[in-house]
């Protein structure tokens, strides 16, 4: 290929793929065949680029103590006060997503460890749970998400309606129907993930941890799990939105007796829809970026390599700030627990006070109780 010309080529492989599949020219088995144009482009400054990317991740890496922080302290809650908890399911989806979270950041010492050596070091087992776990992100936090914005939809818009689905039971439902659903999707990665030995010159190779499928096969695949992992949950949780709004904005409108419980309503939803907005605009230039590879022809330049990372980092984003958001709407969870809680005090107390103070008025005048018992 002549180094002089622009370069237009059709980037199949590129589907799910991670930075571990597009480093440099001479690790880079989505390109390999074109690696005197890689190497234009990346050999001048690799080792500062790849010192800026290792740090980027290694610190997004460390927000997995973050949400392992969140996940003990929402599990703590549900442990002590699953019995008077006011959301009770909004807890144990918090606690899901925290966990699916960490999954997701879990394998990034294995990127940063790949990019510095310039080669796949942690065997065939390992490839394929990398691959699992940074698949993960894609598809089960989307249907917990939308799981979440149902939840929301039905105690906004069908307050008295769907009660048993306010419960850690229907939760939990919800929880194992998302996770089978993702490991149904994701089975085809699992198998065609594997290890390769990619000869890119004369005398040299190197391991790879890559999806390995035939071309025409991962585009059908982008498709597949953009319409059922992304497309079809974002249409569903518009649905929700939309009409949620609509019913806040009518509920406005009209004076009711319980102007607390609306506005406790109102905040808790903001916090859901903040949480979901956030994760489509980390997720969204990932999806649009893998479409314009697999579908168009792509004219090559560094710009594309930056782009391609920065998607990627995008993504990686949102795990690490979510324990942020998990931790303003756990916030907004207690503090309507501690809410109910003190108006379940108050009401106990006037009831135990109205009924001492009915005990001692019949036991100060037991002659009128009796005159009373007689007329009747």
Not at 134 to 141: D, F, M
Not at 298 to 312: A, L
Request: overall charge positive.
């Amino acid at each position: 290929l002549d180094q002089q010309r622009p370069v237009s080529f059709r980037l199949r492989n590129v589907l799910l793929s991670s930075v571990l599949d597009c480093w440099s020219s001479i690790n880079c088995p989505l390109f390999w065949h074109l690696a005197p144009i890689y190497r234009r482009y990346l050999t001048r400054h690799s080792l500062s680029v790849k010192i800026i990317i290792s740090s980027i991740y290694l610190v997004l890496s460390l927000a997995f103590f973050c949400n392992v922080a969140v996940t003990v302290i929402v599990g703590n809650i549900l442990i002590k006060a699953h019995g008077t908890l006011a959301h009770p399911q909004m807890f144990v989806y918090i606690l899901f997503l925290s966990m699916v979270d960490a999954l997701v950041l879990m394998h990034l010492p294995l990127v940063i460890v790949d990019i510095i050596t310039n080669k796949w070091a942690f065997g065939r087992v390992m490839c394929k749970v990398y691959w699992t776990l940074e698949n993960i992100g894609k598809v089960l936090s989307t249907f917990v998400l939308t799981a979440v914005s149902a939840d929301r939809y039905l105690v906004v818009c069908h307050p008295n309606r769907f009660v048993w689905m306010h419960t850690v039971r229907a939760a939990m439902l919800m929880l194992f129907g998302s996770t089978t659903a993702t490991i149904l999707l994701l089975y085809p990665i699992y198998v065609h993930s594997d290890v390769v030995i990619i000869q890119l010159i004369q005398n040299e190779t190197v391991a790879k941890c890559v999806f390995a499928w035939e071309s025409d096969n991962e585009c059908k695949f982008v498709l597949y799990i953009f319409s059922l992992g992304y497309f079809t949950p974002l249409c569903l949780k518009a649905y929700f939105y939309t009409n949620i709004i609509l019913s806040i904005r009518r509920s406005s409108k009209v004076i009711r007796m319980n102007t607390g419980r609306e506005r406790q309503i109102r905040k808790l939803t903001f916090r859901v829809l903040t949480l979901v907005v956030f994760y489509f605009f980390c997720w969204t230039p990932y999806w649009t970026i893998t479409f314009l590879i697999c579908y168009t022809e792509i004219q090559f330049s560094k710009w594309w390599v930056v782009g391609f990372y920065s998607v990627y980092v995008l993504a990686y984003l949102n795990s690490a700030i979510n324990p942020l958001l998990y931790a303003l709407l756990n916030m907004e969870l207690r503090r309507q627990h501690s809410f109910v809680s003190q108006r379940n005090s108050r009401l106990g107390y006037e009831r135990t006070r109205l009924f001492v103070e009915s005990n001692e008025f019949h036991n100060s005048h037991p002659q009128t109780s009796s005159q009373e018992s007689d007329h009747f």
